[in-house]
């Protein structure tokens, strides 16, 4: 073989080497970067109020802390020391007969009063009311749970049972919302299917769009955060004006 050829060979071989090397110990600066980024976790959450971490801890696979801060927001404005002219009171405004039913079944004195318990209780009771109306499919169900925490299970039975008569699907919540509403009707409450007599049912109504509307809002807000925080994470990549992006993944 030439001295020549050699000469290329080894010059092809040294090269090799080179480019072997040098692409471990991008491969090693690289993984030292992502352990370096993940030691700095950014907040994992959106913040929404100073009680995100209570409701959080009393979320579960039903009700999530956003659903949970969306009914927050609607009932007291994250206020715990407002009360209504009917006597609900804390973040949740339970109602103290409910709020009581509730711990006594959760075997906790109810002569206690926290921002805690007001919220595991209101929790507790929605899982009393998901299980009244078991027979409606989720999401569609939350707007009867909303509807009944508002007003009680009793006066949307009603508007139920005169749907059902009248040929209207009463699994709809908007199907049934004129329904609700006809309820402050004499012609319509002394209906014999009527048990609970008259009912303002355009207050629940109300209040059941307003919790949608701010649990989606939460929602959007929320996965819009996640996906910037992801982002961020992928171009944390950047490496000598090279850029390796990882898919976009959102998790919901």
């Given at each position: 073989?030439?001295?020549?050829?050699?000469?290329?060979?080894?010059?092809a071989a040294a090269?090799?080497?080179?480019?072997?090397?040098?692409?471990?110990?991008?491969?090693?600066?690289?993984?030292?970067?992502?352990?370096?980024?993940?030691?700095?976790?950014?907040?994992?959450?959106?913040?929404?109020?100073?009680?995100?971490?209570?409701?959080?801890?009393?979320?579960?696979?039903?009700?999530?802390?956003?659903?949970?801060?969306?009914?927050?927001?609607?009932?007291?404005?994250?206020?715990?020391?407002?009360?209504?002219?009917?006597?609900?009171?804390?973040?949740?405004q339970m109602m103290?007969?409910?709020?009581?039913?509730?711990?006594?079944?959760?075997?906790?004195?109810?002569?206690?009063?926290?921002?805690?318990?007001?919220?595991?209780?209101?929790?507790?009771?929605?899982?009393?009311?998901?299980?009244?109306?078991?027979?409606?499919?989720?999401?569609?169900?939350?707007?009867?749970?909303?509807?009944?925490?508002?007003?009680?299970?009793?006066?949307?039975?009603?508007?139920?049972?005169?749907?059902?008569?009248?040929?209207?699907?009463?699994?709809?919540?908007?199907?049934?919302?004129?329904?609700?509403?006809?309820?402050?009707?004499?012609?319509?409450?002394?209906?014999?299917?009527?048990?609970?007599?008259?009912?303002?049912?355009?207050?629940?109504?109300?209040?059941?769009?307003?919790?949608?509307?701010?649990?989606?809002?939460?929602?959007?807000?929320?996965?819009?955060?996640?996906?910037?925080?992801?982002?961020?994470?992928?171009?944390?990549?950047?490496?000598?004006?090279?850029?390796?992006?990882?898919?976009?993944?959102?998790?919901?």
């Amino acid at each position: 073989m030439s001295a020549g050829k050699i000469a290329v060979l080894l010059t092809a071989a040294a090269l090799l080497v080179a480019l072997f090397s040098l692409r471990t110990c991008s491969d090693r600066d690289r993984r030292e970067t992502m352990a370096g980024a993940d030691s700095i976790q950014p907040e994992t959450w959106i913040r929404i109020s100073d009680f995100d971490e209570l409701l959080r801890e009393c979320q579960d696979s039903t009700f999530d802390w956003l659903f949970l801060s969306a009914v927050a927001y609607v009932e007291s404005k994250y206020d715990t020391a407002v009360q209504s002219g009917a006597g609900a009171f804390g973040l949740m405004q339970m109602m103290p007969s409910t709020y009581r039913q509730m711990l006594r079944e959760m075997d906790i004195d109810t002569c206690l009063i926290s921002t805690e318990l007001n919220v595991t209780a209101a929790v507790r009771y929605m899982h009393y009311l998901d299980r009244q109306f078991s027979f409606i499919d989720m999401p569609e169900r939350l707007n009867y749970i909303l509807g009944s925490y508002n007003a009680g299970t009793g006066h949307v039975f009603d508007a139920m049972r005169l749907a059902r008569r009248d040929g209207i699907n009463r699994y709809r919540w908007s199907a049934i919302v004129p329904v609700i509403q006809s309820l402050s009707e004499d012609s319509v409450y002394s209906d014999t299917l009527c048990r609970n007599g008259q009912f303002m049912g355009a207050e629940t109504v109300l209040y059941v769009r307003k919790v949608q509307h701010k649990y989606n809002q939460y929602r959007s807000q929320d996965l819009m955060y996640r996906a910037t925080q992801r982002l961020g994470e992928s171009l944390n990549y950047y490496r000598d004006g090279q850029a390796e992006i990882r898919p976009l993944e959102i998790v919901e």
